[in-house]
């Protein structure tokens, strides 16, 4: 028993809960009250703790002579696998990426000072862009009157558009023509009350349904 829970394993259980306690405020207070994907939140805090313990135990018990090589591999590990299969949206990527640093980083310290001052920096830099930087939602429209994407007839589209959707819109952009379709892409950036618009659901700019999607349905 006491060979088992030695006092550098209670510094891991320490660390490993430091490390769910960083993850969690990032997942739940920064990214989930944003973006309301509750798929990709379950899928953060796993890898969290699945990273933390597998580098863990591939760094064995001298964890003082470890190098960076450990980290760097278990990213190629997972390159390698290619964990996701439908694409995933950069914002997404991002927080995945820093997910997985952050329980690398905690699993290889090996001072609490350590740390704190990096907890300390990733969590001010993550509340700071999402606090401070400002996102207008987009959404992608497959367009059926073309007659009126010229841009002499710009705000007779912008209120047919309006009407349309009831969104209020602060910019349009004009994709793809097809005149065979009578068709065009474009792509509207609109007001939001960062409540209700603001929830991305991972369809928008979507025309059609993934079979993986049905399976979820």
Not at 10 to 23: R, Y
Not at 142 to 161: F, G, H, I, N
Request: net charge positive; hydrophobic share 50%.
């Amino acid at each position: 028993m006491n060979t088992v829970f030695t006092a550098e394993f209670a510094q891991a259980m320490v660390k490993f809960l430091i490390c769910i306690v960083v993850n969690w405020i990032i997942i739940f207070q920064l990214y989930f009250r944003k973006s309301h994907r509750r798929d990709f939140s379950f899928t953060f805090m796993l890898m969290s703790i699945a990273i933390y313990f597998l580098v863990f135990f591939m760094m064995g018990m001298e964890r003082g002579k470890a190098t960076m090589g450990v980290g760097l591999g278990l990213f190629g590990i997972f390159s390698i696998m290619r964990y996701r299969t439908d694409a995933m949206p950069v914002r997404e990527m991002t927080y995945l990426f820093l997910i997985i640093c952050l329980s690398v980083v905690h699993a290889m310290a090996s001072e609490y000072i350590e740390l704190f001052v990096i907890d300390a920096i990733v969590l001010a830099s993550v509340m700071g862009f999402e606090m401070t930087m400002k996102i207008q939602p987009t959404k992608l429209i497959l367009y059926d009157r073309v007659e009126l994407v010229k841009p002499e007839k710009r705000e007779e589209l912008k209120a047919d558009l309006e009407m349309r959707t009831g969104l209020k819109i602060l910019k349009i952009d004009v994709g793809g023509i097809d005149f065979l379709k009578d068709s065009a892409v474009i792509r509207i950036t609109y007001e939001s009350d960062n409540k209700k618009y603001m929830r991305l659901n991972g369809i928008d700019g979507q025309f059609s349904v993934k079979k993986s999607q049905w399976n979820e349905v």
